[in-house]
């Protein structure tokens, strides 16, 4: 059963710690995707990318995020330094360029920043 | 800016009814519009999509009607249970997989659903 694969589940830290959140696609997948979600505002693309280039990042605050995929099999997003704003859950979410647009979504990445 | 707007924000139904969530949209351009819905402590997992070319989709209990002139979708549960719990999303995007913007998803804020027993 092909899934997407985040870690951590969870993660408590700091105001001003590092965060790093990872995820693995499903296998044959050259679209990600990582999405916010929070109660004011919804789920907001973050960032996504093809092939490994990144295609649009304008959700994303430049000063204390970065998104990467250093290979195909894996993706990152980084927060630092953290804030408790940034307390949210962190999908990420994949699909093939063949499927019409269907992405499927790992089960989240929980942050809580104190 | 909200691309895709939706309604309620939280519906109550009784076990055996009818659910009914809306969303409407301005870009003339989206041409593929899913549904999806998210159980607590999961990510969303695709419930049900249409295309513009057809108005009503509809599998098992669940159906979309689709209004192009009015730029509207809508979801309709049929004999709700309390299973079908959860929050739904609308969504839409525009297109093939090609080209830097094609392919995102812009998603509604969520509707919570909660069937009564």
């Known amino acids: 059963d092909a899934r997407v694969t985040q870690t951590p589940r969870h993660k408590v830290t700091e105001m001003g710690q590092e965060v790093t959140m990872r995820c693995q696609p499903i296998?044959?997948?050259?679209?990600v995707f990582w999405y916010r979600q929070t109660m004011m505002q919804g789920l907001e693309l973050l960032a996504y990318?093809?092939?490994?280039?990144?295609?649009?990042d304008s959700g994303m605050p430049k000063d204390r995020f970065s998104a990467e995929m250093p290979d195909a099999t894996l993706a990152t997003l980084k927060i630092q330094p953290s804030e408790p704003r940034d307390s949210a859950v962190y999908f990420c979410?994949?699909?093939?360029?063949?499927?019409?647009?269907?992405?499927?979504f790992g089960e989240g990445s929980w942050l809580t920043v104190v | 800016q909200q691309q895709v707007k939706q309604s309620p924000q939280s519906l109550i139904v009784q076990k055996g009814g009818i659910s009914i969530i809306n969303c409407a949209y301005e870009?003339?351009?989206?041409?593929?519009f899913p549904w999806y819905q998210q159980f607590p402590g999961k990510g969303p997992a695709l419930l049900i999509a249409?295309?513009?070319?057809?108005s009503e989709k509809k599998e098992g209990r669940f159906t979309i009607s689709f209004n192009k002139s009015a730029k509207q979708f809508s979801l309709h549960i049929m004999d709700s249970q309390p299973g079908d719990s959860a929050t739904y999303f609308c969504?839409?995007?525009?297109?093939?997989?090609?080209?830097?913007?094609?392919?995102?998803?812009?998603f509604g804020r969520g509707t919570q659903l909660t069937v009564w027993p």
């Open positions: 990318f093809r092939n490994r280039a990144p295609l649009d």
């Open positions: 969504a839409a995007s525009i297109g093939s997989w090609r080209g830097s913007t094609l392919g995102r998803l812009y």
């Open positions: 870009n003339t351009a989206f041409d593929y």
């Open positions: 979410a994949s699909g093939p360029e063949s499927s019409g647009n269907t992405i499927y």
């Open positions: 249409i295309r513009p070319d057809v």
């Open positions: 296998l044959g997948h050259n679209t």
